[in-house]
């Protein structure tokens, strides 16, 4: 039998797990230009942080060959992966980027600063 103590102890334990899942949901940032003009092509790509953000993964990708430039990005997490976060500590937190590449811009030939 659970004396008093011991269930007060697992009632309160139980309320701060579902406090916790409750308060962990989705995350969103996005991130654009002034006067967004994005091309069709699109991307997106799962990243990872580790030991509280210390560390980050090396890999990168031409996201925008044509252009170079990225006209919107998104960073984006589900429920899961902010949990995979929670239980971990922080040790390991993925995010999803999601880009589109901004139109390829005429230049008028002349490089220097605007008159």
Request: glycine residues 10%.
């Amino acid at each position: 039998m659970i004396g008093p103590t011991l269930r007060r102890a697992i009632c309160r334990l139980g309320l701060a797990a579902v406090s916790s899942a409750a308060a962990a949901g989705c995350y969103h940032q996005y991130v654009a230009v002034s006067r967004p003009d994005p091309e069709v092509r699109s991307g997106s790509k799962m990243v990872y942080s580790y030991a509280w953000g210390l560390l980050h993964s090396k890999d990168t990708v031409a996201v925008c060959p044509e252009t170079n430039a990225i006209d919107q990005l998104e960073v984006k997490s589900n429920f899961g992966q902010t949990m995979l976060g929670l239980l971990t500590l922080g040790i390991v937190v993925p995010r999803r980027l999601t880009w589109r590449c901004s139109r390829p811009r005429e230049g008028t030939g002349e490089i220097g600063l605007a008159r």
